[in-house]
């Protein structure tokens, strides 16, 4: 049963990952929720997986929510790929403090973690960080939470 488990969470991931790679918001959405709800708990990286995907739909609020219950869930668990998840969450919800921002994207990249897990959590570029930083307080001064307006910036 843990097998056809392990298969079944691998299959959901690829095809959120296509969904992620097409842009297509309203299945990656659709996929992730429904893959939350029946794996979450085995595979704790893909709550912050769903945090980024809240800050690309202008859900800023939760993101920040599933970023801090992923890296509180993870503080305990010593191995590589939980401290690379833990550094991510930390790296997102520091955008701001660039002295938090290097530490923990050199540290991460120093693990030798799950290939799933470095492609799902991808620290973005230093020179997208202005663009994403930019754009997400531009987001919180309107104030706006169009899903329409999300593909648009779905580019994480």
């Known amino acids: 049963m843990k097998l056809f488990r392990a298969i079944s969470a691998r299959i959901a991931m690829a095809f959120i990952a296509s969904d992620r790679k ?3 918001f309203v299945s990656l959405r659709r996929r992730l929720d429904s893959f939350l709800e029946k794996h979450g ?3 704790p990286f893909m709550l912050a997986f ?3 995907v809240l800050s690309s739909a ?3 609020e939760e993101g920040t929510r599933r970023f801090t219950q ?3 869930l993870l503080a305990d668990d ?3 790929n939980a401290r690379y998840v833990s550094l991510f969450c930390r790296f997102m919800l520091n955008l701001q403090d660039e002295q938090i921002r290097i530490s923990a994207r050199e540290e991460a990249s120093r693990l030798k973690v799950d290939s799933w897990i470095s492609w799902f959590l991808n620290f973005p570029p230093e020179e997208k960080l202005e663009d994403i930083i ?3 307080t531009e987001k919180s001064e309107m104030g706006k939470t169009r899903q329409s307006e999300a593909s648009a ?3 994480f």
Request: charged residues 55%; aromatic residues 16%.
């Open 134 to 136: 930019r754009e997400r």
């Open 50 to 52: 769903d945090g980024l």
């Open 22 to 24: 097409d842009g297509d």
């Open 70 to 72: 992923c890296w509180e």
């Open 153 to 155: 910036s779905f580019d």
């Open 58 to 60: 202008e859900r800023g």
């Open 41 to 43: 708990d085995d595979y």
């Open 78 to 80: 010593e191995s590589f």
